[in-house]
């Protein structure tokens, strides 16, 4: 059965969202095929990138369930699209767009940066209001750091980076 599109968002009536993450793949190639032999100056296809491609990823960054080597995967398309637009060789450095000014880099986001940051909105959103919703995101939380054996966010965070894990989804009622 092919997925369905609801709120914006591919996925299948069983939660899979592989249709999703195949959906910013295939747009993130296009906008890049467009950008080859462009004319128009390399700070505009840069900002041409970072509104046409990161945004259709950011869209559903906090629930499509990117792996690591599919976030890989994506960023490297990425750093394809960032030289095309600046027209640099492909063997230049990634650090030059991923650096921030500051380290004379462009400062583009990384993926992760962006999941990260869509998650904790969508975490703050699910918690805002005092209703069922709220309670089944505490609930869903609290199994995922019991499952890695901690009490606290704190704890599942520092067990995860010492351990080199991802987060595991973990049956809810969410999923």
């Known amino acids: 059965m092919g997925p369905v ?4 968002v591919r996925l299948t009536i069983t939660g899979d969202l592989t249709f999703e993450r195949n959906y910013v793949r295939k747009k993130t190639l296009d906008t890049i095929k467009q950008l080859t032999k462009h004319m128009y100056h390399s700070q505009q296809i840069h900002w041409v990138v970072q509104v046409a491609i990161i945004p259709i990823f950011r869209y559903s960054a906090a629930i499509a369930n990117w792996d690591s080597q599919e976030i890989v995967k994506l960023e ?4 394809r699209a960032f030289k ?3 027209k640099v060789n492909a063997s230049l450095p990634d650090v030059t767009f991923w650096a ?3 380290q004379g880099g462009l400062g583009t986001p990384k993926a992760r940066a962006i999941i990260t940051s869509e998650t904790i909105s969508l975490l703050n959103q699910c918690t805002h209001l005092n209703n069922d919703l709220r309670q089944e995101t505490i609930q869903d939380m609290s199994h995922a750091i019991a499952h890695l054996s901690c009490s ?3 704890e599942a965070q520092v067990e ?3 351990s080199g ?5 973990h049956p809810s009622l969410c999923h």
């Open 5 to 8: 599109k609801y709120l914006g």
């Open 76 to 79: 490297n398309l990425w750093m």
């Open 84 to 86: 095309k637009a600046w």
């Open 100 to 102: 921030g000014p500051e």
């Open 152 to 154: 606290t966010i704190a």
């Open 160 to 162: 995860l980076q010492c």
């Open 165 to 169: 894990k991802d987060w595991q989804q």
